[in-house]
């Protein structure tokens, strides 16, 4: 039961514009949603994150909007760069159901930033 | 800057061997994981501690066990390892309490059972 679904694997976008990386979740208990960013050979670094009862959150080129009721959160890239090129997990924490500080990712969208 | 560091990169093993996978945080954090990443399955957590002594099962804790001695080591354990454990395997660490929600990750160990 994937309660995290990143339902594209592979983004390819040109340097300059937006990337739009989409994730969707079913448990409405969550209460805390993050974004990871990961290179070949690392471990995931973290990116942004966003409270339940935000609605946006910005740091820099990275945007993260959550749309609770439709169990939506988008992470917006402006402008993309090369350096962005990387595999980038949507994770999402329940307090509520006991989980603590335990996270659940999604499966990831691999993107690719073109010159 | 956090650190946590994992005993090996790369590690080849045969079906039946008992392997150890070694995770060392540097930042005091009580919070320690395992998880393993694979193609289309993204990261799934395998166990979590909350403190020396303590473990939790995560979501695919069959074929592996953990142990935490000390507060900043964290070992993975496959009894006997499988094929089907050949991954890359995922130790990270946070803070304890609500505000430990970022995860802090090594920088991963690619196993491979012969």
């Known amino acids: 039961d994937q309660q995290v679904k990143q339902n594209s694997p592979s983004l390819s976008v040109q340097e300059g514009r937006i990337s739009i990386l989409n994730c969707d979740y079913t448990?409405?208990?969550?209460?805390?949603f993050l974004w990871y960013k990961k290179y070949p050979a690392e471990g995931p670094t973290f990116l942004i994150s966003i409270s339940s009862i935000k609605d946006k959150n910005e740091d820099g080129r990275f945007t993260v909007f959550l749309n609770k009721s439709a169990k939506h959160l988008s992470l917006h890239i402006v402008p993309s760069q090369p350096g962005d090129s990387a595999v980038y997990f949507c994770?999402?924490?329940?307090?509520?159901?006991?989980?603590?500080?335990?996270?659940?990712f999604g499966t990831g969208t691999q993107l690719k930033v073109e010159l | 800057d956090v650190k946590v560091t994992q005993s090996s990169r790369y590690l080849v093993k045969r079906t039946g061997e008992k392997v150890f996978l070694e995770c060392v945080q540097d930042m005091d954090h009580e919070n320690m994981f395992w998880y393993r990443q694979d193609p289309g399955l993204g990261l799934r957590l395998i166990y979590f501690?909350?403190?020396?002594?303590?473990?939790e099962k995560g979501d695919i804790p069959e074929g592996y066990s953990v142990s935490r001695e000390k507060k900043e080591r964290f070992s993975l354990i496959l009894e006997s390892a499988s094929t089907n454990q050949t991954s890359m395997y995922l130790c990270a660490s946070s803070l304890a309490g609500l505000v430990g929600e970022t995860q802090y990750f090594g920088p991963g160990t690619r196993l491979l059972v012969l």
């Open positions: 501690s909350y403190d020396v002594k303590m473990k």
């Open positions: 448990n409405s208990m969550f209460d805390y």
């Open positions: 994770a999402a924490r329940g307090i509520l159901t006991g989980g603590g500080n335990k996270l659940t």
